[in-house]
């Protein structure tokens, strides 16, 4: 058996089978296509190590277990039509060819392009189409499609290829998350330009970074709002008109404002809580003894770890919804605390960090799950936006609180006592909430609250509204 034959036999043996690939068709597509005609020459050596590889300039070849996850995920069946979004050279293609009906590639690079055509001739995959084109845009000229598998990571999967998907078709990618991520990455960056510059003018440099980066993005990213598409002020006023012959909802058996306003107290009393720790880890390093830099690095852990929880948390809000997802992360983090109040040992603070991370990372996100699982979509926007007004105003008390009671009293235990009552408040507030859930018949029980209008009432609302206008 030649060199690379063995290697391609233990790639599938080694990397993917034993991270959960169990589909056979894909184990046997994957052990059948070389790898090694993919990858620049001076790369075959290394065609089927466990890691990306690069084939052009900032572009790469997708680790070989990840490809197989994504692979296995979109359950590609014989008689499927396939669109492969960024193709490189070709790899993915070539496997996807041996396990659907017909598969376009599209790549945005004319070299790599004009490769994966040659490597398809190649290998006799004339169950294929390579095009040139914009990534994000896909081919809508053969949709619409089966499956679309995304190379590489993405923050969003791009509408315009959602809308060249067949009704119950299958879009895969690896989507990424950001918020404590980002928090996991900036608190070492910190600690080493506050050691050089200080703080000051450390914060100062990131105030300028993110106006120069942020407002651009934020031009870059906007889309038109759920209320223009659903059809503007005239569906909205044919939706109250509706709900109004019907009486007015009830959320959690009370008024809709009354719901939200508990809400809005409950954030206040975990934000304040979780504000605690993130604010004062590093100072309370520093009153323990120990240096900042140890510090940085468990604020870094801690939000790290709050960046996986998040994945758990949305994992678990779809299986038992919103509410009692927010109720476990609230105790979670209420012991958490009380952990910190206990941990002096360098060790001890890394694992409470860690656990910390783990328990609060998934809470406020669950406000903006409940607010859709409770009120009318119609609503979402502002109350979404208010609620989260709460929340920072939370982190705001919180960490200025915190810094309070250790001026008066030169310790942070009573801080940390502090942050234990906000918490159990909040505690309290859930545990009401989730009780009254449950006599109010659940998730199930609610679902017909959710506003959807369809286009032909739409266009209805705005007959009528122009009709009242005249």
Known sequence: MPAYDTARANMVENQVRPNKVTDDRVLKAMAAVPRERFVPEKFAGIAYVDED?????????????????????AAITAGDVVLDIGCATGYSTAVLARLADTVVAVESDEDLAETAVVLMTELDADNTAVVTGVLREGYAKQAPYDVIVLEGAV???????????????????????????????????????????????TMLGYAVFSFVTLLPLALVMRRPSPRMLRGGAAADKLARAKGAKGGEDLVL?????????LLCIAI??????????????????SDLGFSTARGTEMLSLLLFSAFLSRLAYGWLADHIGGLPTLLLGSALQLLGLACFMYAETLEGLYIVSVFYGLGYGGIVPMYAIIIRELFHDSQAGWRIGVILFFGTLGMAIGGYVGGFIYDLTAAYSLAFLTGIGFNLINLVLVAFMVLRDNRDGGRDGRRGQLVSTSSTEATEGAEAAEGAAA
Request: proline fraction near 5%; include cysteine; charge should be negative.
């Open 53 to 73: 590889i690069a084939v052009s300039e900032g572009r790469y070849l997708m680790e070989p277990m990840v490809l197989a996850r994504l692979l296995q995920a």
């Open 155 to 201: 923050e969003e999967v791009p509408s315009a290829l959602s809308d060249q998907l067949v009704e119950g078709g299958r879009l895969v990618a690896v989507v990424t998350g950001g918020q404590s991520l980002a928090g996991a990455i900036w608190p070492p960056v910190f600690g080493y330009f506050i050691e050089i510059y200080g703080w000051r003018d």
């Open 253 to 261: 058996g009370m008024r809709a404002n009354t719901a939200f306003a």
């Open 268 to 285: 206040v009393g975990c934000c304040v809580a979780m504000s605690m720790p993130m604010v004062h880890i590093v100072a309370y390093c």
